[in-house]
């Protein structure tokens, strides 16, 4: 089955500490996205990569650092410099990212989702 | 910037239709139109999207008006998994990133 996957589901760590998430694909999508969800509001979006190797910040970078050394794979890795990351995770791929007159066609396909916790 | 504005919750009594609105007057020519939902606790499912002309998918119907500045998602017989917040987002052709705000929380009732 083709699909998006993220792993924990629910990830626990202590204030100070680095946790990296999980994000796997097998769509064999060019872009790759993370997102941020408070309770009640909308995704913001924290990084995006579309093409190995490359990646952009999104609207809320600060404290989140990633990596794309393969296409399948799109890690997140939330540092101490992040002052409020409890949160809900969410990782996205799309079959591009910009391009012309076909990229309207590429709907990004959600994984399920990672809720991390800092106690 | 807000593009879009949508109601923040809704109802709709199972079997019968839902009709979700969304305004975004300030939408320019090469901004399409997209939907999508989230049960709760889950990743964001994508419906549908559209420029000018109106659409219809296995999920649902999108009709936008004539001048591109409201549009309507229509749920045709809405049931009890259809419970979700509905996202209203307008993105630019040949940009790839979404914008997301707080969309519209609709409850489908027995």
């Known amino acids: 089955d083709g699909g998006i996957t993220q792993s924990p589901k629910y990830l626990f760590r202590k204030e100070g500490q680095n946790v990296t998430l999980s994000c796997e694909q097998n769509?064999?999508?060019?872009?790759m996205y993370w997102y941020r969800q408070d309770p009640g509001q909308g995704l913001r979006l924290i990084y995006y990569?579309?093409?190995?190797?490359?990646?952009q910040k999104g609207d809320i970078a600060e404290g989140y650092s990633v990596s794309r050394e393969k296409k399948e794979s799109f890690p997140l890795t939330v540092t101490s410099a992040q002052k409020n990351p409890t949160a809900f995770y969410l990782c996205?791929?799309?079959?591009?990212?910009?391009?012309?007159?076909?990229?309207?066609?590429?709907?990004?396909?959600f994984g399920p989702g990672t809720r991390l916790t800092v106690l | 910037d807000a593009k879009t504005t949508q109601p923040p919750s809704m109802d709709c009594a199972e079997g019968r239709a839902a009709n979700l609105p969304c305004n975004h007057s300030?939408?320019?020519?090469?901004?399409?139109v997209y939907w999508y939902r989230q049960i709760h606790s889950q990743g964001p499912q994508y419906i549908i999207h559209?420029?000018?002309n109106n659409e219809t998918n296995e999920m649902a119907s999108l009709i936008i008006t004539e001048d591109r500045k409201s549009s309507t998602l229509i749920l045709p017989h809405a049931t009890l998994r259809d419970t979700a917040v509905y996202y209203c987002?307008?993105?630019?052709?040949?940009?790839?990133?979404?914008?997301f705000g707080k969309g519209t929380m609709l409850l489908v009732s027995p």
């Open positions: 996205a791929s799309s079959i591009q990212g910009t391009s012309g007159g076909t990229s309207s066609y590429n709907e990004q396909f």
């Open positions: 769509l064999n999508h060019d872009a």
């Open positions: 990569s579309q093409i190995v190797n490359d990646f």
């Open positions: 300030t939408i320019s020519g090469n901004e399409y």
């Open positions: 559209g420029l000018k």
């Open positions: 987002i307008v993105r630019v052709k040949g940009y790839s990133t979404l914008t």
